[in-house]
C-alpha cells in the first residue's frame, strides 16, 4: 500500500477524451488523483459534482483527475451530463487502480491522493464522504499552505 512521501506512480492512460495522460502532464500544480467506483452512480455524481462546484477555487493549486474503471466513452458522457471541467482516466484494465492500492471486490474503492509538483503523494484520503469530499481537500490545501 502507499503511503505518505512516497513516489506516486507513474501512469499512461486516455481520459475522456481519449488523450493519453500522464503523471508528468500534471506536474505544474499539485494533483488530487480520485479513484471512485462507477460513473453515473449517485456517490460518485455527488463526488464530481462537489469537485465541479468548486474547481474555480480547487484549479488555481491543484488539478482534479478522477479515475474509474469505465470506459473513455462513458466518461465522456458523464463529464458532459454534469458539466465536468476536469480529466477522468478510463483505467479500462484497472491496472492503475491496483499499483495504486484502490482496488476493491468488484469496484474500485474511493480513495483519493494529494501529490505534490515532484510527484510525492502528500496526503492520502482512506474514507472519502462523496458530498464532503472537495470540502475536505480545499481544508488541507489551506494547511498545508499550498
Known amino acids: 500500500m502507499l503511503k505518505v512521501g512516497d513516489k506516486a506512480p507513474a501512469f499512461n492512460i486516455p481520459d475522456q477524451n481519449g488523450k493519453v495522460r500522464t503523471l508528468s502532464d500534471f506536474s505544474d500544480k499539485w494533483l488530487l488523483l480520485y479513484f471512485y467506483p462507477k460513473d453515473f452512480t449517485s456517490g460518485c455524481t455527488t463526488e464530481a459534482c462537489t469537485f465541479r462546484d ?12 478522477g479515475v474509474s474503471a469505465d470506459s473513455v466513452a462513458t466518461h465522456k458522457k458523464f463529464e458532459k451530463k454534469h458539466g465536468l471541467q476536469f480529466s477522468l482516466l478510463a483505467d479500462t484494465d484497472r491496472a492503475m487502480t491496483k499499483e495504486y492500492g484502490a482496488n476493491g471486490f468488484l469496484f474500485p474503492k474511493r480513495v483519493s491522493f494529494l501529490i505534490d509538483k515532484k510527484g510525492v503523494i502528500r496526503k492520502i484520503y482512506k474514507s472519502v464522504q462523496p458530498a464532503e469530499h472537495a470540502d475536505q481537500v480545499l481544508r488541507d490545501i489551506n494547511s498545508l499552505g499550498i
Open 54 to 65: 468548486n474547481y474555480n477555487v480547487l484549479e488555481k493549486v491543484a488539478h482534479i483527475v
